[in-house]
C-alpha cells in the first residue's frame, strides 16, 4: 500500500503563497487519484482539489482560480500551490492516495495564514 508524506506548510501573511508536496512511496502512476484535503479546528476535513492518473484536476469553488495541483511523475510528488492566501485557509492540510479500494492518508501539514 503506498505512503504518503506531506510537506511545505508554514505560517505567511494574508496574501501570501505556500507549495505543498505529497511524497508517494512509490509511483504516482499507479495511484488512481491523488487528492488534498483540510481541516480547520472544530471543522470536518474538506476535499480542495484532486488529480487523477491521466492528469485531470478538480477543485472546490472556494479554492478555484487561488490554488493549484499538480504532479511530477518522475518525483513521485504531488503539489498544492496555494496564492493568494486568507487567515480562513488556516488548517492541516492532507494528501490522499486513492489505488483500486485502498487508500492512504498522510500525517498532514499545518497552514497558517496571519492577517
Known amino acids: 500500500q503506498v505512503q504518503v508524506v506531506e510537506s511545505g506548510g508554514g505560517l505567511v501573511q494574508a496574501g501570501g503563497s505556500l507549495r505543498l508536496s505529497c511524497a508517494a512511496s512509490?509511483?504516482?502512476?499507479?495511484?488512481?487519484?491523488i487528492s488534498w484535503y483540510r481541516q480547520a479546528p472544530g471543522k470536518s476535513r474538506e476535499l480542495l482539489a484532486a488529480?487523477?492518473?491521466?492528469?485531470?484536476?478538480n477543485y472546490v469553488d472556494s479554492v478555484k482560480g487561488r490554488f493549484t495541483i499538480s504532479r511530477d511523475n518522475a518525483k513521485n510528488t504531488v503539489y498544492l500551490q496555494m496564492n493568494s492566501l486568507k487567515p480562513e485557509d488556516t488548517a492541516v492540510y492532507y494528501c490522499?492516495?486513492?489505488?483500486?479500494?485502498?487508500?492512504?492518508w498522510g500525517q498532514g501539514t499545518q497552514v497558517t495564514v496571519s492577517s
Open positions: 488529480i487523477t492518473g491521466g492528469g485531470s484536476t
Open positions: 490522499n492516495a486513492l489505488r483500486g479500494p485502498y487508500q492512504s
Open positions: 512509490g509511483s504516482i502512476t499507479s495511484i488512481n487519484i
